[in-house]
C-alpha cells in the first residue's frame, strides 16, 4: 500500500456509508480505509460484516473506535463523516483541527443561511468556529463547484434529492431563460433506502409496499440547498418529496416556464454547453427521457426535458441513485477532485 492515500470512514454501517466502503476499497489510488465507529458505539458490531453479511466471503473489515492519536500514527489524510447530521457538527471542528480534510456527507454544513440552517437545530459548543466552518465550507457538487472543491479543507456533500434538482435547473438559470414569476415545480420521488437504515413505522414494509406517499411537504431539508445554490427566493420553488416502494433511486419531474419561446434544439444545446466535459451527467435527447433503473448503480445524473408546442412550458426529468450520485459516489468524486485525480476513478 506504500504510496497510496490513506482514508478513514466513519459511519460505514449506514446505507450510503457501506456504497462508500465498497467504492473506497477498489479505488486504484487508496489504501484499504480505516473504518471508524464513535466511542458511544462501543459494545456494537466489531465488524462491518457483522452488519451486512455479504462482506464475510471478503474477508475482515474490523470497526476501530476513533482516536485522532491513531488515525494520525496511520498517516490518514482524508475523513469522511457517513453520519447523523449533529454528529457531523460536532466531529468536523475537531478533525479540522487535527489537519485532516473532511467529505462530510450529512447536511450539518451545506447551509450557509440560518433561516434555511435553523431546520437541523443545532446547538454549537463553540459557536464562532462553527460559524468560521460554516463560511469555509464547499458544497460540494462537482459539476458546479469542482473549482473550490480542489482546495477545501471541509467538503459538504449535497443532499441526493437537491443534487437531482439542482443539476437539472442550474443549466437553464444560468442562461436567464426561466419566468421565474410563474415559479418552478419539483415533484420528487425517492427509494425507501434515501430515509437512512433505521427503521421507521413510514419506511416499513407494510407501509411502503404498494404505496406511494408525500411527505415534508413545505419542509423538506433539501429545500434550503435547492434554493441557496441555485439563488432562487422561497416562494420560487415548490418542492414535493415523495417516498416510492423501490429501495433506491430518484426521479425529480420539474415543471417551469421560460422566459421566451425556444425550439427543443435550443433548450438541448443549453444543457450540453453547460454540462460540456462533465463526465456524470447524461444529457437525453427529447423525446427520449430518464428512468430510474438506467442510473441505479453508476454515478450519473440523467437529464431528459419535453418541451410543449408554445415553445415555453417545459417539463424537466432528473434521474440519480440516491446512494450514489445523490451520496457516495459524489463524495469520491470530491476526494478525486481534492487531489488532482480524474473524476471518474473508483467510480468506474
Known amino acids: 500500500m506504500a504510496g497510496k492515500l490513506k482514508t478513514a470512514v466513519l459511519g460505514a454501517t449506514g446505507y450510503s456509508g457501506l456504497e462508500l466502503t465498497r467504492i473506497l476499497l477498489r479505488h486504484p489510488r487508496l489504501a484499504k480505509p480505516a473504518l471508524l465507529k464513535r466511542q458511544s458505539d462501543n459494545g456494537g458490531p466489531a465488524d462491518l460484516a457483522d452488519v451486512f ?19 494520525k500514527q496511520q498517516g490518514v489524510e482524508f475523513l469522511f463523516l457517513a453520519t447523523p447530521h449533529e454528529v457531523s457538527r460536532s466531529l468536523v471542528p475537531e478533525a479540522i483541527s487535527h489537519g485532516l480534510r473532511v467529505i462530510d456527507l450529512s447536511g450539518a454544513w451545506r447551509l450557509k443561511q440560518e433561516q434555511h440552517r435553523s431546520i437541523y437545530n443545532f446547538e454549537d459548543a463553540d459557536a464562532a468556529t462553527a460559524g468560521q466552518l460554516t463560511d469555509r465550507a464547499v458544497y460540494g457538487l462537482p459539476e458546479l ?3 473550490r472543491i480542489v482546495g477545501a479543507e471541509l467538503v ?35 427509494g425507501v433506502s434515501g430515509a437512512g437504515k433505521e427503521p421507521t413505522a413510514k419506511t416499513h414494509f407494510v407501509s411502503v409496499a404498494d404505496n406511494l406517499s408525500a411527505y415534508s ?27 416510492l416502494p423501490i429501495p ?26 453547460f454540462y460540456a466535459g462533465k ?23 440523467d437529464l431528459g426535458f419535453c418541451l ?14 440516491n446512494l450514489l450520485k445523490g451520496a457516495a459516489g459524489q463524495a469520491v468524486q470530491n476526494l478525486n477532485l481534492m487531489n488532482g485525480w480524474g473524476e471518474e476513478e473508483g467510480l468506474q
Open 145 to 147: 463547484n469542482a473549482d
Open 279 to 301: 463526465r456524470w451527467v447524461r444529457i437525453f435527447q427529447t423525446p427520449k427521457l430518464p428512468q430510474v433503473q438506467f442510473s441505479l448503480h453508476t454515478n450519473y445524473c
Open 217 to 243: 411537504v413545505f419542509n423538506h431539508r433539501h429545500t434550503g440547498e435547492i434554493v441557496e445554490q441555485l439563488a432562487l427566493c422561497a416562494q420560487e420553488l415548490i418542492f414535493t418529496p415523495h417516498l
Open 156 to 190: 459538504a456533500n449535497p443532499g441526493c434529492y437537491a443534487t437531482s434538482v439542482i443539476l437539472a435547473l442550474a443549466p437553464l438559470l444560468k442562461a436567464g431563460v426561466v419566468d421565474r414569476s410563474h415559479g418552478i415545480v419539483s415533484d420528487s420521488k425517492s
Open 308 to 321: 410543449a408546442e408554445d415553445g415555453r412550458r417545459l417539463v424537466l426529468i432528473s434521474c440519480i441513485d
Open 53 to 71: 453479511p455479504a462482506l464475510y466471503g471478503n474477508g475482515g473489515y474490523p470497526l476501530h473506535s476513533l482516536s485522532w492519536a491513531s488515525l
Open 248 to 273: 433506491r433511486g430518484i426521479l425529480s419531474t420539474i415543471y417551469l416556464h421560460l422566459s421566451r419561446e425556444m425550439a427543443p434544439l435550443e433548450v438541448e444545446s443549453c444543457f450540453r454547453n
